[in-house]
């Protein structure tokens, strides 16, 4: 690639316009698309399981009813995402042999099991509300195909926020072991929501190449800031304590407008659980293998449909 091409395209991407799939690319952007696509796409699907597992044993028929299409929107989203790294040369079989050996990571959240009813509203209302943060700047992304897939899933999202809220509040306005039920969820999900922005920007290998590419819009820790001041507050007015005994307001904290200066986050836990140590991550990975190979044989079958319409085609 020569320093032509390389200035040329980043003066496309310096002008806001935005890379279609046909569009001649530097390989290093297509590789970075087709790593965080691909990985966002795994992280779809393999998110599905944490909540799956309540599914049957939701507390009424509308709880179930607006979990099951929650769930289901998350697959929704997955597809698309799988669909929209396919536009850059990879399949989805591709993909899925990758995550299955280990090569493509997924968020590390989903390696945390879904112990009581009450995970299920701090889910929605955190890990969906981290995941709104980190991709509404992704409607903005560079690529064309996956800017335009997260507006469609922004929006789901953030219905998913509202109804996972929504289960909390109606904890906090309930018995005392139902406000602790919903405590001891906070405390056990609120340093791994804060892990998925990725690691602090200091030790972030990609940041720096993305953002010039426009792929991020912000870096790692300028969002995990954002989402903690939007999400203290919640927490407060739902009268639940966030499990952090550092975190202080600090009015010098974004340029003088003020924020929450939280403590340290343990990194050792967040690369064991990357690295496949976390409480979950055979489980998911067994969960996912399985669902590929019980797939096959759909798989086999719209392989011999399409054969056989080609041939016809043909006759
Ligand atoms: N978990 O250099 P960086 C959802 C890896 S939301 C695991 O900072 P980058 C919705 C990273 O891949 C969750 N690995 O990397 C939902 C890299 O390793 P690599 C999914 C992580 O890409 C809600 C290495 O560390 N959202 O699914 C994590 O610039 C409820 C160095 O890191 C997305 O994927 C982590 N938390 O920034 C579903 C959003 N963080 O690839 C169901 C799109 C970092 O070199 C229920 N992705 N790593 O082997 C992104 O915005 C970015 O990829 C970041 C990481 C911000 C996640």
Known sequence: ?????LAAFQA???AEEKIEPKDAMPEGYRRTLVRQIGQHAHSEIVGMLPEGNWITRAPSLRRKAALLAKVQDEGGHGLYLYSAAETLGVSREQMTEELLSGKAKYSSIFNYPTLSWADIGIIGW???????????????????PYARAMIRVCKEESFHQRQGYE???TLMRGTEAQKAMAQDALDRWWWPALMMFGPHDSESAHSEQSMAWKIKRFSNDALRQKFIDATVPQAEFLGLKVPDPDMVWDAGLNDGQGGYRHGPIDWDEFWRVVKGGGVMNRDRIRAR?????DGAWVREAARAHALKRAARKVA
């Open 1 to 5: 690639e020569d320093a032509a091409f």
């Open 12 to 14: 496309r991407i310096d």
């Open 126 to 144: 955190l890990v969906d509300g981290a995941a709104i943060m980190n991709q509404i700047p992704l409607c903005r992304c560079s690529f064309g």
């Open 167 to 169: 289960i909390v509040m």
């Open 289 to 293: 293998r399985k669902a590929w190979e």
